[in-house]
């Protein structure tokens, strides 16, 4: 299988504060999903990005597929943001996600 | 619907006891995962369907692990004779593969303690 590795495993930031998790992954892949974990357990999904640069508000990623990683940029962060970050690869077009084993960020008032 | 659904929401369950956890994903959705996570953990894969086939169990840990999807829209995991190893949340997701876009959307979980 394609190993996922996360980085920091830890985040501990004070509100306002930016930030950058990266995402490093074995082989190839046909396409990259980033996910927030809330406290509840639910995975929320961020991006789906197999490549480029996307923004969402005060989130934005890059996936450089050919160095075979991806950056999460959380700018200005909030309390809320505080969770798991989970980065996830798909092999191929079928099949499953293999994922990383997250980063825990916890954003302090 | 308009997202996956799980239920239960969470289940305690002695050791030894039978359990039936249920999935259902978005409607449309011809591919459906089952994935467990550990405490602490990622989720890691159990097993996949593309409508009623199963194309894929190589992550079930042992043969109490079943999963079926008969219709191709609602799916059941059961777990027989449960351990306390069995205990996690147990996550499913679904995706409707669009060319190559197969962005893949998650059910809140079902928490499983055994005890």
Redesign the interface.
Known sequence: GIQVEQSPPDLILQEGANSTLRCNFSDSV??L?W?HQNP????I?LF?I?SGTKQNGRLSATTVATERYSLLYISSSQTTDSGVY?C?V?RS??????????TQLTVWP | GAGVSQSPRYKVAKRGQDVALRCDPISGHVSLFWYQQALGQGPEFLTYFQNEAQLDKSGLPSDRFFAERPEGSVSTLKIQRTQQEDSAVYLCASSRPSGANTEAFFGQGTRLTVV
């Not at chain 1, 077009?93 to 997250?102: A, Q």
Request: aromatic residues 24%.
């Open positions: 046909n396409n999903q996910f509840w357990g639910q995975l999904n789906y197999p989970f996830a798909h077009t079928l099949g499953r996600l293999y994922f990383g084993r997250g």
